[in-house]
């Protein structure tokens, strides 16, 4: 029997109030998580599409109740599995409401599995930042062995054993975003990494758990036989966005006062990442994404077009149509069950990153025309 083609859609976990948002950002303005950028965002150019107003509502990503709406909307439409940003350094954990007091509570969680992604970033604020200044810095990673290994721990008391953590070919899948980043952590020492990597296995067995699956996100084609050397067990990449594609033509759109970018003049790039993405020895999970729109998270009273760029002040896709989407959505599908080292998943971004303009989640624009994007591919 063919084994199914997986759907994994990134879960972004800031949709609701945690200690940290209030810390950082003050109680009052954080109540709700980041939906006061997605309410107060304004268009910045003829025919674009701000605010944002989703048709579930402003969901409360650490409330069950919300979170069992988004689940029975992405397993009726096929998705398979919500990865999760997960936000730990050196020891300390922020947002992980969203997964523990929402999913994990969720009366019908049951519908579908989750997995960790770390997200192996530096954490600054970028919420309407001021376009000339040094974004200050929240959280920072201690960068070395014992803040992975404490991670792998925390995941081995916590989630890996709960009976909805996803096993991909039996195997805890368990995602590091920019792995690139964290190698260069470790002095691109490929021996270094793969220790560091299987000592994370050991510790994974020696609780009974079995074998884990590491996924890298983000390596450049060339680094992709170094990657394996590291003992990584497949690749994906986070998402393909206007700064993807050749460089000296988003310039010269810059140049032009031009930063808006039409969503299928990206596929030529998507396709040839896929291409050289998996012509190495590694599965490579084909990435799709549902759109690319960061000015939720841009101050207000800058001008546009932006005359700087630097996140978040980038590019926009704009025509990213559900009809557009479920075109590349299906090549995405079909390349996956071509490839001979059989990844057997596609990678969307995102299911709720409202103010990265990456969601599935319906809204007033296209209703659920995603959604139904998504089950028109896979099947349900």
């Known amino acids: 029997m063919e084994k199914k083609t997986e759907l994994v859609c990134v879960y972004y976990p800031h ?208 680094d992709i036989g170094f990657m394996a050397d590291c003992g990584f067990d497949s690749l994906t990449d986070y998402n393909i966005t206007p700064e993807s594609m050749p460089a000296e033509e988003m310039a010269a759109m810059r140049e032009k006062g031009v930063w808006e970018v039409e969503y299928r003049d990206s596929f030529p790039t998507v396709r040839k990442r896929w291409r050289e993405m998996s012509a190495g020895p590694l599965p490579y999970i084909p990435n799709v994404t549902t759109g690319w729109d960061v000015t939720p998270r841009c101050r207000l009273d800058e001008p546009y077009p932006w005359r700087k760029h630097d996140y978040p002040y980038l590019m926009t896709f704009v025509g990213n149509t559900p009809e557009a989407f479920r075109e590349i959505l299906a090549e995405a599908r079909s390349f996956a069950e071509r490839d001979p080292k059989h990844p057997g998943a596609v990678y969307v971004n995102g299911w709720n990153e409202y103010t990265e303009g990456s969601f599935l989640l319906p809204d007033a624009a296209d209703g659920d025309a995603r959604l139904r994007a998504v089950a028109s591919v896979f099947g349900t």
């Open 15 to 222: 949709w609701h109030r945690y200690p940290k948002g209030d810390e950082w950002f003050g109680a009052e303005n954080w109540r709700k998580g980041e939906w006061a950028f997605v309410k107060t965002a304004v268009p910045r150019f003829p025919g674009h599409r701000q605010p944002l107003v989703p048709l579930p509502g402003y969901l409360d990503g650490a409330n069950p109740e919300d979170v069992a709406k988004e689940i029975d909307l992405a397993a009726d439409a096929g998705i398979d599995v919500f990865l999760y940003d997960y936000y730990y350094y050196g020891g300390k954990v922020t947002q992980e409401e969203a997964l523990e007091r929402g999913f994990m509570k969720a009366h019908n969680c049951g519908r579908m599995k989750f997995a960790i992604m770390w997200c192996y970033h530096e954490r600054r604020d970028q919420f309407r930042p001021d376009i000339d200044r040094e974004r200050p810095m929240l959280m920072s990673l201690a960068r070395t062995p014992e803040e992975f290994h404490g991670l792998i721990r925390l995941c081995c008391d916590r989630y890996f054993p709960h009976p909805q953590y996803w096993r991909k070919d039996g195997a805890l899948f368990f995602s590091i975003f920019n792995a690139p980043y964290f190698c260069e952590h470790r002095d691109r020492d490929a021996r270094r990494i793969r220790a560091e990597l299987d000592e994370a296995r050991q510790i994974v067995r020696e609780a009974g758990l079995g074998d884990i699956h590491f996924n890298a996100q983000g390596a450049a084609p060339d």
